[in-house]
């Protein structure tokens, strides 16, 4: 009996493993048509790769598809079932794609798009429709504008560029004025000037009746769609002074020149844009050159034509000041250590109300831009640097800005919208100095203090200046100290993680996590553009603001 069962068992098995075999050569998934529905397989693994203005779509084939209708739109097209929304662009209604992958052009930039797919056959119904993963793609932000050149700009005028022929038709203008509570910019309300054929085609325009030295923000657009946009500042207007000299290419900023000009109060040195000068005093019978000395009751300005790159000015030998004077102010120029060391290199008594640098790059200066020596008392009311760029400066013993005894007297020192990239020794050094104020505002700052050297030296901790530090940038340093005098009061000013601080940290700098490689386009070779889209708006040099 038992032997029966066992044997009906058997049988059983083997029946239903005969029925399984020939159910399974008739695979309902055999990639022709799906049975159930009698309609094609939808297309699989989507995938997109955006640009700004483009977008490639990649799927997977599917057999018996004849060709597929891509559907397009700002407008989510998730779980509609049949038709086209309103708004829709659709592509391939005319059997035109064929297969994989697909390029989409003619998009607009900086924004969302929902899109979706089917596969589509003669005398067969399309399949369902097949969406991405997160059923949209953005595409990328673009800016075709081009940088703004020193060429570019002037005292009421602003020149902008982009590629010949884009699709462009109208540019705003806007005025900065000014900032929020939270250190957000804030901004006028937009000039809007519509672009001419001729414009676009040429693929520039003017932009005139500006305000000299106003820092505007620029923007351009295919009607509402933004295409890029460009902050930057007029030039400053030319001084109206007593007298003015123009310094010919070739041409050299000499004693002589400057003594033959001794009864002038308010002179103007004018140096002609993109071209080279040096800058010495006198040459002695064996070669030597001496300091350039700006003689008593003399105010000096050294300025730079606008519309063109800023004149190079090779320092043979220092500047220097005999007497009281007025101002020592230099405008728009390139200062290049060529065996000085110092800008400005002071041993004998003086006083200056002000001494300013505007929108001045300073290369290679072994030592110092502004030191004090010596024992005669020397006073300066306001060292202003504006705008201005330092590169590989103080590899020697001094500091950027070198005031260390007690007959050194200054009533303020202000660093506004400056890039410090390689100070090797401190920035500031007012050791025993009497300086009543110092700030550093909207700077940038990478490898700028040496190791085991200090933004600000005052001495002590319980002496110098009052500090105020508001919307700077710390980037990479090595071995940095912060500061030695009173605690600095820090509003909106942010430290990256390579930003450390051997000792004497900034309290109250915010903590961003990523370093300098992430945060900035190119930081070894000086480029301190914003590419990471979440750091704070309105930190740093503004000329380093993504766009």
């Known amino acids: 009996m038992k032997s029966k069962i066992t044997k009906l068992y058997i049988l059983g098995a083997m029946l239903l493993l005969t029925f399984a075999t020939l159910v399974s050569c008739e695979d309902a998934n055999d990639w022709k048509t799906d049975s159930a529905y009698d309609r094609l397989f939808m297309p699989s693994g989507l995938s997109i790769s955006a640009t700004a203005t483009e977008a490639e779509l990649s799927w997977k084939s599917t057999p018996g598809t004849q060709y597929y209708i891509i559907e397009l739109s700002t407008d989510s097209l998730y779980g509609l079932k049949s038709g086209y929304t309103a708004n829709s662009q659709i592509l391939g209604e005319d059997g035109s794609i064929k297969s994989s992958p697909y390029q989409i052009t003619d998009l607009n930039n900086s924004t969302k798009y929902f899109i979706r797919i089917k596969g589509c056959a003669d005398n067969v119904a399309s399949s369902n429709w097949a969406y991405l993963s997160n059923v949209f793609f953005e595409t990328k932000s673009e800016n075709i504008l081009n940088p703004i050149t020193d060429a570019d700009t002037g005292e009421d005028y602003i020149t902008l560029t982009w590629q010949a022929g884009l699709a462009v038709t109208q540019v705003t203008v806007q005025e900065s004025i000014g900032t929020t509570e939270s250190g957000a910019p804030l901004y006028a309300e937009a000039v809007v000037i519509d672009l001419t054929a001729e414009d676009i085609a040429n693929g520039t325009i003017t932009i005139t009746g500006l305000k000299e030295s106003t820092a505007y923000l620029f923007s351009i657009y295919n009607n509402t769609t ?3 946009s460009r902050l930057t500042t007029t030039a400053i207007a030319a001084p109206e002074p007593e007298y003015t000299v123009t310094l010919g290419p070739g041409e050299t900023l000499t004693q002589g020149l400057i003594n033959s000009l001794i009864d002038k109060t308010n002179l103007v040195i004018v140096f002609t844009a993109g071209e080279t000068y040096d800058i010495a ?9 001496s300091t350039l000395n700006i003689p008593a009751d003399m105010s000096l300005t050294l300025y730079a034509e606008a519309g063109g790159d800023k004149p190079v000015l090779n320092i043979m030998k220092d500047i220097v000041f005999s007497g009281t004077h007025q101002f020592f102010r230099a405008y728009n120029l390139l200062f290049n250590n060529s065996n000085s060391g110092y800008v400005i290199n002071q041993e004998s008594a003086m006083y200056v109300s002000e001494i300013l640098f505007s929108d001045c790059e300073f ?7 502004i030191r004090f020596k010596g024992t005669p008392a020397k006073t300066v009311g306001n060292i202003k640097f504006d705008m201005c760029s330092f590169n590989n400066i103080c590899t020697g013993s001094y500091a950027l800005v070198h005031l260390n005894s007690k007959d050194y007297t200054a009533t303020n020192i202000e ?7 390689g100070v090797g020794n401190d920035v500031l050094r007012l050791t025993n100095a009497s300086v009543t104020t110092v700030s550093f505002n909207y700077c940038t700052l990478y490898n700028a203090i040496g190791s085991g050297r200090y933004l600000v030296d005052a001495g002590s901790s319980n002496s110098g200046p009052t500090i105020t530090i508001t919307n700077t940038l710390f980037g990479k340093s090595s071995g940095a100290k912060g500061y030695r005098g009173y605690a600095p009061t820090v509003n909106n000013s942010y430290v990256l993680t390579d930003g450390v601080f051997a000792s004497n940290a900034i309290k109250g700098l915010i903590s961003f996590n990523a370093d300098s490689e992430e945060v900035f386009a190119d930081p070894t070779d000086g ?5 990471d889209s979440s750091f704070p708006s309105n930190v740093g040099a503004t000329r380093w603001y993504p766009q």
């Open 226 to 228: 933004l295409r890029g």
């Open 281 to 289: 005093g006198a040459e002695s019978s064996d070669g030597t050159l």
């Open 363 to 369: 290369n290679g200066f072994t030592n110092s831009i």
């Open 415 to 421: 660093l506004n919208n400056c890039t410090l990239n």
């Open 527 to 531: 480029d301190f553009t914003i590419i």
